[in-house]
């Protein structure tokens, strides 16, 4: 029955969805080396004001590390703000790193808008799409995830608040709460999980695969192949 009625969807591809049906398909999204690009230049601008990323944004291999930072910040949804409020509470070379970043990610944000008039990747605009949009009105399945970006949670948290039946499989141990670091990750997105779950008053079931009882076939049969 799957395979008749369901699809398989990544953030990305579900982002494209939503933007097909509510607009926006066509706007553009630059690629990571138009974003380098747009990077480099946030770094030019910057460059007088930098504490330490100054001369190293002269490096070409190093700008790619750069980006992922700058993007890893964006897809915690971590606030130019915070880094800076986070600077002023440190000291030594972290507290010039974190000032540094909090004015590379203004500046990178600054480029993107007058370039593209939205600094924000799929993800986030999606959050904001798909409370609206018409995909996985039927159910979504949340599959091969051990943790969530908080981006990702939001687009999660957008879909329980339109009422979406969401089920979210995580490889975890007997609910007999062994205390194991190989499931430390799995388990702290089962407690966000829960704790968004109750906050948007959606009633939350935990079933197992493991056991001699099979209360949930069909999570079986998707661990199975």
């Known amino acids: 029955a799957l395979s008749l009625h369901g699809e398989v969807l990544s ?3 579900l982002y494209s969805r939503a933007a097909a049906e509510l607009g926006g398909l066509a706007d553009p999204i630059p690629d990571r080396g138009a974003r380098l690009l747009l990077l480099a230049l946030a770094l ?3 460059a007088p004001l930098l504490r ?3 001369e190293r944004g002269r490096r070409g291999d190093w700008l790619p590390q750069l980006l992922d930072a700058v993007e890893e910040l964006e897809s915690s949804l971590t606030e130019p703000d915070a880094l800076m ?3 002023e509470e440190a000291t030594g070379s972290i507290r010039d790193k974190l000032y540094d970043l909090a004015l590379v990610q203004q500046a990178y944000r600054a480029a993107l808008d007058r370039r593209l008039g939205d600094s924000r990747d799929r993800i986030r605009r999606l959050a904001d799409m798909a409370e609206n949009c018409s995909a996985g009105a039927g159910g979504l399945w949340a599959d091969g ?3 969530f970006t908080a981006a990702e949670l939001e687009v999660l948290d957008a879909l329980l608040r339109r009422g979406t039946d969401l ?3 995580l490889p975890l141990p007997d609910w007999a709460g062994e205390d194991e670091e190989a499931f430390r990750l799995p388990e702290n997105t089962f407690r966000r999980l829960t704790r968004l779950a109750s906050l948007r ?3 939350c079931r935990i079933l197992s695969c493991a056991g001699e009882e099979d209360p949930a076939p069909a999570l079986r ?3 199975e192949g």
Do not use: K, N, S, W
């Open 11 to 13: 953030f990305t591809r």
């Open 44 to 46: 030019e601008e910057t």
């Open 52 to 54: 330490q990323y100054g």
């Open 85 to 87: 409020a986070a600077a």
């Open 145 to 147: 995830f051990t943790d």
């Open 167 to 169: 089920t979210v499989t």
């Open 201 to 203: 008053g959606a009633p």
């Open 221 to 223: 049969r998707l661990a």
